[in-house]
């Protein structure tokens, strides 16, 4: 079955940095866009960040741009999320998540931005 694993997170100072990593299995993950999301307390959740199924388009939210960075290895079978430049407005569990037939999500992995 799909399963995905988030792991990475962690308490951080504004203006740090954390890569998360999300390790899939259950599908064909060279030919799935990746994509992370987050969901701060009380809050929708909402898409940081997409890639393609070979790693060469991605997409971003206008709040991480410049800041964040989403990459890929399909023989890994692994998603990263590097970030840097952290606000306290980055404060969320983050979660991997991939479109195949039906949506999965992991657990996610929280992230804290202190100020």
């Known amino acids: 079955q799909v399963q995905l694993v988030e792991s990475g997170g962690g308490l951080v100072q504004s203006g740090g940095s954390l890569r998360l990593s999300c390790a899939a299995s259950g599908f064909t993950f060279s030919a799935t866009v990746m994509s992370w999301y987050r969901q701060a307390p009380g809050k929708e959740r909402e898409l940081v960040a997409s890639?393609?199924?070979?790693?060469?388009?991605?997409m971003y939210a206008d709040s991480v741009k410049g800041r964040f960075t989403i990459s890929k290895d399909n023989a890994k079978r692994t998603v990263w999320l590097q970030m840097n430049s952290l606000k306290p407005d980055d404060t969320a569990t983050y979660y991997c998540n991939v479109r195949y037939g039906i949506s999965y999500w992991g657990k996610g992995t929280l992230v804290t931005v202190s100020s």
């Open positions: 890639i393609s199924t070979g790693g060469g388009s991605t």
